[in-house]
């Protein structure tokens, strides 16, 4: 991978807004968008006046029940007559959308950029599972009835059975994030629990149980990124974005190794040269990797160089990845503790990231100084890797 | 506001029972029907299926053999020319056991599904990339869950000739080689 970077100026993050994640909100889409990027332009003390481009994320549209969803969603965002993009995959959606708004601001077409996620899952009824059968190829896979959780199964097995992982090692994750995410404010499913707990919760598909998996959510999320010179003006600790990743493999999972996210793993080297990072595993503080399901965590993990593939999962054991450990991941809590609306779940990580490195994470703020973050996001096919890369 | 301990976040969260005696909601569902077409090369390889064999086509350029086959190389971008007649044998590459339909329900008797790589020369012992299926497995779910079905070498069960439509289910399933 070449890129032939031109880039006009630097790029930062200067407010974040989430709204509560949950099963269920009485809000409608466009309110969650409005709540989450009113809260970003009050960090940052700007109002919609001072916006010049707005990059809306929204996973399918299947899931809001809403066709469309940029245009549906225009208005909360904020993004009434001004250029407005829509960025969609999947669940890369999420960390799309400040990569996004990184180009918009980095070419020099715009100033300030209000990038917004938002998703609300729980409409899709009896259950967004069903949605998820239409991801599969018609011909190919459909008539097998695919359940969506068979693919998430199918990788976990293969990262077990290639690196020697035991159901029990994996769980520690879905334990870790669910703790870190008792103290977050915006945690739909945070709680004090055990590897047995995993164990024994309800079986989906061998090897993933009911809490190997993020649950349903309703929710939102948002940022200001801005240029060098207006963070400066506006701040005093502006979040840097240093480098952003983001590659598609084909679909044809089949036809993979599915133990190690390429993907992710080109989608990080093209963050990590941009941010002239050449040892992740030293150089990077502390990293939210995207988690919808706990293996994935690990699987990421490797992806972005943080720890050696096949080894993520010996080191979660020794403590490495506490939140007082060498290098902490989802401080936030992740999917697995604070909920999973699609592309608004990518956008917390980066949020997260944000304010630990401000040290504004109160009681999630990690122990050890931060200078370098790195969060990201994975969607559709086991296919789609998005990587930003932070500093303070 | 910075999701701070102790900070409010907008957002009401409502419990089932009062979403479903909220005002003003409704139920929708879309009505939409397809038709797929399979396209020139997955339409070939269903014939192939038909007639009981397995069809990959191979890349002229980088000598890859594609199976499910496409219609061009991925990585060459140049038209994929030759049929080949690949071997119905390979081995588990991973398997998984459901315990839920496509609709989230429980299933009486668990499935057993995977992918397979299939025996077709051409790519390294370790290589990133394989001809393979995703399919079936006839294996009794408490074994599926043992090491040992990693690696496996398993084998087509075919439908009966008169049995096959040209689709994926004309493999029952790939059970293991005894
Ligand atoms: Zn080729």
Redesign the pocket.
Known sequence: MVSNLFVKDRVAIVGAGITTFMRRALETPRELAWEAARQALDQAGLTLRDIDCVVIGSAPDTFDGVHMKGEYLADGSGALNKPMTRVYVGGGTGVFVPVSAWWHAASGLCRTVLAVAEEKMSPAHPHPQYVFRYIWDPIIHRPLEPNLIWIFAMEMRRYMAKCGAKKEDIALVSVKNKRNALDNPAAQVAANITVDDVLKSELLVWPVNELDISPVTDGAAALVITNENTARQVTDSPVWIDGIGFTLDNQHWENRELAFPRYLNYAARMAYRMAGIERPWKEIDVAEPYDPFDYKELHHIEGLMLARPCEAWKLLKEGYFERDGELPTSPSGGLLGVGNPIAAAGLMKVAELFWQLRYEAGKRQVKKPVHKAVANAWGDLMQAGTVIVLSN | MSAKEGARLPGTKLSAKEMYSLLGLVESSPQAKYEFSAGPTISRFLQGLKEGKILGRR?P??G?IYVPPRDY?E??H?ALTDWVEVPDTGTVQTAVVSYISVRRERLEKPEVVGVIKLDVPGYKEGSYEFAGLFHRLCIDPEEAKKDSTIGMKVKARWKPAEQRTGSILDIECFEPVR
Request: net charge positive.
């Open positions: 890349c350029r980088c890859r190389c990585y060459c140049v």
